[in-house]
């Protein structure tokens, strides 16, 4: 990690209020705040190149207090990155505070880092959770860490984001919804079409592809839906 957080420091690319773009809560106004770094790199990633910088807990506190006045109230702060969990040390202290000043707590996460996970959980809310099929993200695959992640997660408001392209291996995919079946069954899970420079929505293709793989994925668990990016819809930020 290029800037290790401390319990009073971390590098934020971004706070701003804006809708949630993605998931069960989509087009709710949250307040994000985002951080910087990510442990892994997906082939697909847009978020990795902003710029950031070093701010104090009460530094960001102070900012989020500012916008949520002039713009909330807003349902939740969502952390969301890069990865969030990355940053536990700078996490825990600034989750204690939202808590206390009676904020909603979102955790946008990849699903992987489950140690970190279970050492904040106490203070999400809700936990929008990634699995990263690796014929998409052209990472390893973390069927092992997504596993044990969920295990720890559905203790908590929580539902799984699985972004696909017309790259996606069947037989991953049905691992991926063989383990939601296993862990968690009635867990939501949203088919995201990939995009990057291009919305992948626009891909009837792709889109069609996502049909057949809810209907395959509805065959074992009840709740499977297919969202696209609100706010890139709306180009909004
Ligand atoms: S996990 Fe998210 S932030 Fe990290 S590389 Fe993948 S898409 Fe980007």
């Known amino acids: 990690m290029n800037h290790p957080p401390t319990p009073n420091e971390g590098r934020i690319s971004e706070i701003f209020s804006s809708l949630q773009g993605e998931g069960i809560r989509m087009g709710e106004r949250h307040l994000f705040i985002r951080f910087e770094e990510c442990h892994i790199h997906c082939g697909y990633c847009d978020e990795l190149d902003k710029p950031a910088r070093t701010m104090s807990l009460e530094e960001v506190l102070s900012e989020m207090l500012r ?21 536990q040390a700078f996490l825990s202290p600034l989750l204690l505070r939202l808590k206390a000043l009676g904020f909603g707590t979102y955790l946008e996460t990849n699903g992987i880092l489950w140690p970190a996970l279970e050492a904040v959980i106490g203070w999400c809310d809700l936990i929008a959770m990634d699995l990263k099929p690796a014929s998409v993200t052209k990472e390893k695959s973390f069927l092992a860490e997504h596993r044990r992640f969920l295990e720890i997660a559905k203790g908590k408001e929580v539902f799984i984001k699985i972004v696909l392209s017309k790259e996606i291996d069947v037989q991953e995919f049905q691992q991926l919804i063989l383990l939601v079946r296993e862990v968690a069954s009635k867990t939501p899970v949203i088919l995201q079409p990939v995009s990057a420079s291009e919305e992948g929505h626009k891909d009837e293709e792709l889109m069609q592809l996502l049909g057949e793989l809810q209907r395959l994925a509805r065959r074992m668990i009840p709740d499977v839906r297919i969202l696209p990016r609100l706010h890139r819809i709306l180009k909004i930020r």
């Open 67 to 87: 916008i949520d006045q002039e713009d909330g109230p807003h349902s939740f702060v969502s952390l969301t990155g890069g990865e969030p969990l990355l940053y």
